[in-house]
C-alpha cells in the first residue's frame, strides 16, 4: 500500500517525466524553426540594439513584472473564448486578386493576420492561420474559429509576406509550408531567416532589416520600424531574433502594421518621419499588468494611433486566441468606447470581411463579436 510520501514521489516523478517529453518535443521539433548563423550574430554585433548575444529594445522595457498569479491565468472564465465558433466570411480570392489602382485591398484574418492586394500584389502580414498558438495542441491556445476564411490553396502568386516577429501566434510553421511555393519575397527582421531557410526556404526570397531600414518591391516600400517587445521559440534562443513594426507606403496609401509592442516612445517617432498614415493596425489584445510592456491597452492603442498621425485605426491582435485573462470583446468594446472620447477615427471589420482604402474605410462590421 502507498503512503502519501510514496505518491506525492510518484506523481511528482511523472510530472518530470511529461515535462522532459514536452521540452525534448518543443527542442527538436521542426516548429523549433532555426538560430542564426556564428557569421550573422557577428554583423549583429555592430548593431545598437543587439549586444551579450541577444537582441534588446532601446526603451525601458521588462518582459514580465510578477503582477499576477499564474492561478489567475489559468481561471476558467467563459468570457474568455466565444461561446462558440467565429464563422468568418470567406474571401473570394479570384475576385480580391484582381488588380485595382485606384484602391487597396485589405482583409483582417483575425488576430494580427492579414492579406492585402496593393496594386496587384498579394501581400500576408503575419499570417498565422494554424490552429493552436503554440508548438503543440493545446486545448485553452485554440484558435476560435475552425474554418479559415482563407484558402490558401487558391492563391496562386504571393508577392511578399511580412513577419514581426517569430512567436507561436505570429509566425506558424504549418501556414508556411502551405505558403512557401507561392512567395516571391518574405521580409523579416534580422534572425527571423533562419527559421525560414531551417524549413527549405531558399536565402535568395528572404529580405532582412533592422529598424529603420527599407527597400522598395515591386513600387512599394516596406520600412522596418522599432517596437516594444521580444522574441524566441524555444527555451535556450530568448531574443535571438529581431522583433519590428512596419510601413508599407505605396503612390496611393501609406499603412502601419505595429505587430506585438508595448506602448513607448517610438510611436510619436515614427509618426513624426513616416507618418501620417491612412490606417493604422495596432496591437489592442492579449494585454495584462504583468506583461503590461509587451503588450498595450485599448487607451494604450489609441494613443499610439495618434502619435502615429493616423487617420483611422484598427485594433489588432484579438478575435483569434485567449492569451490572457481579459474577456475576448475587450479589447474591441473598449477599443470603440476610447477612439470615440478622443475623436480617432476606428475600424472594426468582419474577420474576413474586404475593405478598400483610402475611400471606404468607414467600417464597423456590425459589431459581429455581439453575435458570438
Request: glycine share 6%.
Amino acid at each position: 500500500m502507498f503512503s502519501i510520501k510514496s505518491l506525492i514521489k510518484v506523481i511528482a516523478y511523472f510530472i518530470l517525466i511529461g515535462a522532459f517529453i514536452i521540452i525534448a518535443f518543443i527542442n527538436i521539433s521542426p516548429e523549433l524553426g532555426g538560430n542564426p548563423s556564428k557569421n550573422k550574430r557577428k554583423i549583429y554585433e555592430t548593431f545598437k540594439n543587439y549586444k551579450n548575444g541577444e537582441f534588446h529594445n532601446l526603451e525601458l522595457y521588462q518582459t514580465m513584472t510578477g503582477e499576477m498569479s499564474m492561478t489567475e491565468f489559468f481561471r476558467n472564465d467563459s468570457n474568455r473564448r466565444p461561446i462558440v465558433d467565429i464563422i468568418p466570411e470567406k474571401i473570394d480570392i479570384k475576385d480580391f486578386s484582381k488588380i485595382q489602382f485606384d484602391k487597396i485591398k485589405i482583409s483582417w484574418l483575425g488576430h494580427s493576420a492579414f492579406i492585402l492586394n496593393i496594386n496587384g500584389n498579394i501581400i500576408l502580414l503575419d499570417p498565422m492561420l494554424g490552429d493552436y498558438a503554440a508548438p503543440i495542441p493545446i486545448p485553452s491556445l485554440e484558435r476560435y474559429n475552425s474554418e479559415s476564411p482563407l484558402n490558401v490553396d487558391e492563391i496562386k502568386e504571393i508577392s511578399a509576406v511580412i513577419f514581426s516577429h517569430d512567436h507561436y501566434d505570429h509566425l506558424n510553421y504549418p501556414t508556411i509550408k502551405k505558403i512557401k511555393n507561392k512567395v516571391k519575397k518574405y521580409f523579416v527582421p534580422h534572425g527571423m531567416g533562419s527559421h525560414l531557410m531551417n524549413w527549405g526556404i531558399e536565402s535568395e526570397k528572404i529580405i532582412e532589416l533592422n529598424w529603420e531600414e527599407s527597400v522598395v518591391f515591386n513600387d512599394i516600400e516596406f520600412v522596418c520600424l522599432p517596437a516594444l517587445h521580444f522574441s524566441g521559440r524555444g527555451i535556450f534562443n530568448k531574443n535571438s531574433t529581431l522583433w519590428a513594426s512596419w510601413a508599407f507606403k505605396s503612390d496611393k496609401v501609406k499603412i502601419y502594421f505595429s505587430g506585438d509592442s508595448g506602448y513607448g516612445n517610438h510611436f510619436k517617432n515614427i509618426g513624426n518621419v513616416h507618418g501620417p498614415f491612412d490606417l493604422t493596425l495596432i496591437d489592442c489584445g492579449q494585454y495584462n499588468v504583468a506583461w503590461k510592456y509587451s503588450h498595450m491597452f485599448p487607451e494604450q492603442a489609441i494613443q499610439a494611433a495618434k502619435d502615429l498621425k493616423s487617420e483611422y485605426f484598427m485594433p489588432i491582435h484579438w478575435g483569434a486566441f485567449t492569451l490572457s485573462t481579459h474577456s475576448w470583446t475587450e479589447p474591441v468594446i473598449s477599443a470603440l468606447d476610447y477612439a470615440e472620447s478622443s475623436n480617432q477615427k476606428i475600424v472594426t471589420p468582419r474577420i474576413g470581411q474586404v475593405f478598400y482604402i483610402p475611400n471606404e474605410l468607414n467600417v464597423d462590421g456590425d459589431f459581429w463579436w455581439r453575435k458570438f
